[in-house]
C-alpha cells in the first residue's frame, strides 16, 4: 500500500484495527504501463526530491527508475489542472487512459495482530544554520546529494560534476567532507546523539569519489572522532588512508566561499596548533539522521513513549518492542542505526511480532501460481541477451551500446537489449514480456554477479513459463568493469569476450529439476548465553522444540559478569528471568557441559552427536543457530597481573559490584582504552568497550566524587544514543586525554603506587600521575571455533569471527544453508544488538521451520557411475562432504541435499566422471573454446 499513512489504531496485541489513508495517486496502476510519455509531454516542472534539488522533475514521474511499483504518480500541489484547472495534457497523451482526475483519498481499516513500525528517518538540513553557506554556495552539498551526484540516475548521470560548475563540467579536484553536521551538537540542533552512520558514509564516498573521478582526486575527511566501530569498519578505514584520503582531526570553525565564487575556503587548527586556510572544489556535509516529523506526530498521535530525542524508546533487553503490547519498532525509527543493524531489527521484530500469532500461522497464505513450464526439448536454441548499465558501475565503463551490438551477431540470438537497471521491475516486466513475444527459450544477462542477482532473473523466467535454469549471467561488473575501469576499451573488448561465452555456454544449457525433502521441524541452539537463549525462547515460543547446549555448567555467558547497561538497567535481574524462562519452557532441552563431537547432514536435516555427562547424544534438528560467545581478552602488559589494582571492565564491574572498600578510599583513577583493540593482532575495534568504560567511569566517580577520574583514549566510540554518557562523563569532572598508537601509556609499578606516563596533545609533552586504579578496556576476543565451523562447514574471519553470507544483506545467515549465526559469535556488540540479531535468527530459521518440506538440487553434482573408477578423489577434496562412497557398488555418490555446486569434485575426477549441472565439462568447453576465438 503506497500513498498510505496510519491515522489511528485500536485493540490489542493480537486484535488491532489500524485506520489508513490512501492518498490518491492520480494515475490507475491497472493500466499505467511505465511508458512515460505523460512525463515527457507534462509543461510543470518541479524540484526532484529524490536527486535532493539538484535537479527537476516534472508534476507527473515515477520517483526513481527501480521505484516498487513502477508506476507514475501526480504530483496535486504541483499539477496546473489540480491547483489551476488548466492542462490535462497527461490524460491527452496516455496511450490506455490511465490517468484519473476524479481519484480521491480513501480511508481503509485493517485487522492486524501486530504493527511493526519502520518509517525510517529525516536527513538533517543545515541550510537554516548560516555557518555552512548550504543553499547559498552551490559547492556546498549534502551527504545524500553528494550520493546523488556519484549516482547514474543523479542530476549528472554519475559523472562527478561540480555543482557551480555543470555548464562546462567542471570536475573537481579537492573534496572536503565535515563531520557530526547535525549531531553532537547540543548548541545549534539540540541532536546530541551521535547518528552512527556518517563517519564510515563519508569513507565509503570519499574512497568511490577517488574511484570514479577521472582525474586525480584529494580527498580530505574532518573530524572529531572516527567512530568505525562496525565488523570490518576499521580496516576499511586503514584501506581508504592508503588510497589517499586525508584523515583531519579537526573542527574547522568557519567556511566561506572563494573569491572567484567557486569551491569553499575552510580555516581550521591542526593537532599541532597551527591555524590553516585551505581551499576546496566541493564541501560535503556529513548530515546526521533525525525524525521527520510526520513521523514524530504519528508517535505522539499513537502515544508510544519517546526518548528525550523524540525517537521510539525500547528498552535494551526487549529492542524492538515499543511501549504499547503488540506494536513492535526497527530501523532508525527508534535511534540512528547502520543497514546490517537495521536489517537485523527488521528480522527481529518479524519474530517478535510473529510470537503470539504463531497459532494462525499460514492461515492466511496463498501460494504463488506460475504458469506450466515450456517443453524446449525439440526446439534450437533462441536466446535473449540483456545488457545491463548498472548505472555507471558498468557503462561508466564498458561501452554497453557496442557491447549490445556485438551480442546481435552471435549465433543463436534473436533479441538483444540493454537496460539501465534490469534488475528493476519494469526491466524484468520486459524480460517476461519478450520471452513470450519472441519465443526466447534462454537468457542471457550481462550484469552483475550471480551471487547476489541469480535467483531473482530465475523468478522472472519461471515467471514466463521457462525452467529457471536456462539462465546464464556474464558478470561484466564485478570481474570487468570494476577491475579494468582504468582502460575501457580493453573492458569493452573483455564484456564482449563474457558475452561471447556465456552466449555460447546458453545453448548447451538443459532444463533442470528441484526435489522436496521433508524438514525436521526443531532447532539446535549452540551457546547459552543471553543470545542463546533468546534465539531458543523465540522459537520455542513460535511452537518449535529446541536443544540448547551450553559447554559450561550454567546458562548466562558474558552477561553474569556485567552490572548494568549504559540505559542504568539491571542485568543480572534480566538473566536471572531469562534463565527461569527457559528452565520452565516445556519446548527447550538444556544440555550444560556439552560438546559437539560430530555434525552430519544438511539443511533441514542435520544430525548432532554431543556428549553431555560422559554420555553421548544424537540429535536430530532442522536449523543450527551458533551463539557460543567471545572472551575478554588479558592482556600482559600495562601492569595487568602483576598488580590486583590493575584489572580488566570486567572485573572492575565485579569490584563495584561486591562494593569493594578502596574504590571509595581511592584517591585516582585512570581508564585506559583500546588495550588489545586496533592493533596488528586485533585490528578491529570490540566496539562496547568505550562506552562500558565510561559507565564504570561515572560510577567510580559517584561512589567516590573526590577522586580525579582519567581517561586515556584514541576515539571515543559512544555510537548513538550512548553519547550521552560521554556528555554526562564530562560534566562530572571525569578528564579526557587522547593518545596515538605510536605514543601509547606507560605504567609503571613504583613503591608508593601506580603510575601512569602518556601525552597531553593541549601541552605538546609528556605527563604522569599516580593511580590507585587502572582499568583497562580490554578487547573482545573471538572464542576459539575452528572446530564448531569445520562441523558446520561455515567460515571465520581473520580474526576469528564467524563471517556471515553478506555483512548487509543477510547479515544473520551462513552460505551453508540452515546455520545462522548471532551475538559475540559473529562480532562484539551490546546487549541489545545481541538480542535483536538473536530474534533475528530465530526470525530466519523460522522460514525454514516453518516448511513440512523444502526443495533440493538443481546445480548440483551428478556421478556418471559407469565411468567412476572409485578412486575416491571427488570424496576429499568436497569441502561439504556431500559426497560418500558406496562400498556395495564401489562408486561414488552425490548427496544432492549437501552439495552446494562449487565443482571442485567435477574438476578433480580425472575419469571426467561426475557432471556439475549447469555448468557440465561440455558447457566448459564450449566457453574456453570462445574464449580463445578472436571477437
Known amino acids: 500500500m503506497t500513498l498510505s499513512e496510519i491515522q489511528e489504531f485500536s485493540g490489542e496485541e493480537g486484535n488491532f484495527e489500524v485506520t489508513v489513508t490512501r492518498h490518491p495517486r492520480y494515475v490507475d496502476m491497472d493500466k499505467c504501463i511505465g511508458c512515460g510519455q505523460c512525463a515527457e509531454k507534462c509543461p510543470k516542472k518541479v524540484s526532484d526530491d529524490y536527486n535532493r534539488g539538484l535537479s527537476r522533475k516534472k508534476a507527473i514521474s515515477i520517483p526513481y527508475s527501480q521505484a516498487v511499483p513502477l508506476k507514475y504518480a501526480i504530483d496535486e500541489k504541483a499539477c496546473l489542472y489540480l491547483q489551476k484547472g488548466k492542462c490535462r495534457v497527461c490524460e491527452k497523451v496516455c496511450p490506455t487512459g490511465a490517468i484519473n482526475f476524479e481519484d480521491r483519498a480513501r480511508t481503509v481499516s485493517l485487522k492486524v495482530g501486530s504493527i511493526i513500525l519502520a518509517p525510517g528517518f529525516k536527513e538533517f538540513d543545515p541550510s537554516a544554520l548560516d555557518l555552512y553557506s548550504l543553499g547559498v554556495n552551490p559547492d556546498v552539498v549534502t551527504s545524500l546529494q553528494f550520493e546523488r551526484l556519484l549516482s547514474a540516475t ?482 600482559d602488559d600495562y601492569g595487568y597481573g602483576q598488580s590486583d589494582r590493575v584489572v580488566t571492565c570486567q572485573e572492575m564491574d565485579g569490584l563495584i559490584r561486591n562494593e569493594e572498600p578502596g574504590l571509595k578510599e581511592a584517591r585516582s583513577f585512570v581508564f585506559i582504552h583500546c588495550v588489545g583493540s586496533r592493533d596488528e593482532l586485533r585490528p578491529y575495534c570490540s566496539k562496547v568497550c568505550c562506552t562500558h568504560s565510561l559507565k564504570n567511569a561515572l560510577e567510580v566517580k559517584q561512589m567516590n566524587p573526590e577522586a580525579e577520574v582519567y581517561v586515556l583514549y584514541r576515539d571515543i566510540r559512544t555510537y548513538g544514543q550512548r553519547e550521552d554518557i560521554y556528555r554526562r562523563a564530562r560534566q562530572a569532572g571525569i578528564k579526557f586525554f587522547r593518545y596515538i598508537p605510536e605514543a601509547r601509556p606507560e605504567v609503571s609499578l613504583e613503591e608508593e603506587g601506580l603510575r601512569v606516563d602518556f601525552a597531553d596533545p593541549i601541552l605538546d609533552r609528556r605527563v604522569f600521575v599516580h593511580a590507585d586504579y587502572i582499568c583497562l578496556a580490554t578487547a573482545v576476543q573471538a572464542a576459539e571455533n575452528s572446530d564448531l565451523a569445520r562441523f558446520f562447514k561455515v567460515p571465520l574471519d581473520g580474526d576469528g569471527w564467524f563471517a556471515e553470507a553478506h555483512q548487509k544483506l543477510r547479515p544473520v545467515d551462513f552460505p551453508n544453508e540452515g546455520v545462522f549465526v548471532c551475538g559475540l559469535a559473529h562480532y562484539p556488540k551490546p546487549m541489545e544488538e545481541s538480542i535483536a540479531q538473536a530474534q533475528a535468527a530465530a526470525s530466519r530459521a523460522m522460514t525454514i521451520l516453518s516448511k513440512s518440506s523444502i526443495e533440493i538440487g538443481g546445480e548440483v553434482a551428478r556421478v556418471l557411475t559407469e565411468f567412476c573408477s572409485g578412486c575416491r578423489g571427488c570424496v576429499n577434496v568436497c569441502p561439504f562432504q556431500a559426497i560418500a562412497f558406496q562400498e556395495q557398488t564401489g562408486v561414488a555418490e552425490v548427496n544432492p541435499a549437501l552439495c552446494k555446486g562449487c565443482g571442485a569434485c567435477a574438476s578433480s575426477c580425472p575419469a571426467e566422471a561426475i557432471v556439475l549441472e549447469g555448468c557440465s565439462n561440455e558447457q566448459l568447453y564450449v566457453q574456453i573454446e570462445n574464449a580463445l576465438a578472436a571477437a
Open 154 to 635: 543523479g542530476p549528472f548521470a554519475g559523472e562527478l560534476i561540480r555543482p557551480s560548475g555543470q555548464k562546462k563540467k567542471e570536475h573537481p579536484q579537492k573534496i572536503a567532507w565535515l563531520q557530526c553536521v547535525g549531531s553532537r551538537d547540543i548548541n545549534r540542533t539540540d541532536h546530541s546523539y551521535c547518528s552512527s552512520v556518517c563517519c564510515m558514509y563519508a569513507v565509503k564516498q570519499a574512497v568511490i569519489a577517488k574511484e570514479h573521478s577521472h582525474t586525480p582526486l584529494e580527498c580530505a575527511i574532518f573530524y572529531m572522532d572516527m567512530r568505525s566501530q562496525g565488523k570490518g569498519f576499521d580496516q576499511y578505514c586503514e584501506q581508504a588512508g592508503h588510497k589517499g584520503v586525508r584523515f583531519v582531526r579537526s573542527r574547522p570553525h568557519s567556511i566561506e566561499q572563494d573569491q572567484d565564487q567557486k569551491g569553499v575556503l575552510l580555516r581550521y587548527v591542526d593537532e599541532q596548533g597551527a591555524s590553516i586556510t585551505e581551499h576546496f572544489d566541493l564541501l560535503v556535509l556529513s548530515t546526521g539522521i533525525e525524525l521527520d516529523q510526520g513521523n514524530a506526530r504519528l508517535f505522539q498521535h499513537l502515544e508510544l513513549d519517546l526518548d528525550r530525542s523524540g525517537f521510539v524508546s525500547s528498552t535494551s533487553f526487549a529492542p524492538v518492542a515499543a511501549s504499547i503490547p503488540g506494536v513492535y519498532v526497527c530501523g532508525a525509527s527508534s535511534g540512528p542505526k547502520d543497514i546490517p543493524y537495521s536489517v537485523m531489527e527488521a528480522s527481529a521484530a518479524a519474530a517478535a511480532a510473529s510470537r503470539k500469532l504463531a497459532p494462525a500461522r499460514g492461515t492466511m497464505v496463498r501460494d504463488l501460481e506460475f504458469p506450466p513450464e515450456k517443453d524446449i526439448g525439440r526446439q534450437r536454441p533462441r536466446i535473449g541477451v540483456f545488457v545491463c548499465h548498472c548505472g555507471i558501475n558498468i557503462a561508466g565503463v564498458v561501452d554497453v551500446p557496442a557491447v549490445a551490438e556485438y551480442a546481435k551477431t552471435l549465433k543463436d540470438v534473436v533479441y538483444v537489449e540493454e537496460n539501465l537497471f534490469t534488475c528493476s521491475q519494469d526491466s524484468q516486466e520486459k524480460m517476461s514480456q519478450v520471452i513470450a513475444e519472441q519465443g526466447v527459450n534462454r537468457v542471457v544477462v550481462a550484469a552483475c554477479t550471480p551471487r547476489t542477482h541469480q535467483g531473482l532473473f530465475q523468478e522472472t523466467l519461471v515467471r514466463a513459463g521457462l525452467n529457471g535454469y536456462l539462465l546464464e549471467m556474464a558478470n561484466i561488473r564485478n570481474h570487468d568493469s570494476w577491475v579494468h575501469a582504468n582502460d575501457p576499451e580493453a573492458a569493452t573488448q573483455k564484456a564482449k569476450d563474457l558475452v561471447r561465452m556465456a552466449v555460447a555456454k546458453s545453448g548447451l544449457l538443459r532444463p533442470l529439476k528441484r526435489s522436496e525433502l521433508s524438514v525436521e521441524q526443531s532447532g539446535l541452539v549452540v551457546g547459552g548465553g543471553v543470545a542463546g537463549m533468546t534465539t531458543a525462547l523465540s522459537l520455542a515460543e513460535q511452537g518449535f522444540p529446541v536443544h540448547l547446549l551450553e559447554r559450561s555448567p550454567r546458562l548466562g555467558g558474558n552477561a553474569l559478569k556485567l552490572n548494568r547497561t549504559y540505559k542504568g538497567e539491571d542485568i543480572a535481574s534480566f538473566v536471572r528471568d531469562l534463565i527461569d524462562r527457559v528452565d520452565n519452557e516445556e519446548r527447550i532441552t538444556v544440555h550444560l557441559e556439552a560438546n559437539i563431537q560430530d555434525v552430519h547432514g544438511f539443511v533441514g536435516n542435520f544430525r548432532t552427536t554431543i556428549q553431555e555427562a560422559n554420555q553421548e547424544q544424537a540429535i536430530d534438528h532442522g536449523v543450527a543457530v551458533l551463539s557460543c560467545g567471545a572472551r575478554e581478552f588479558k592482556p
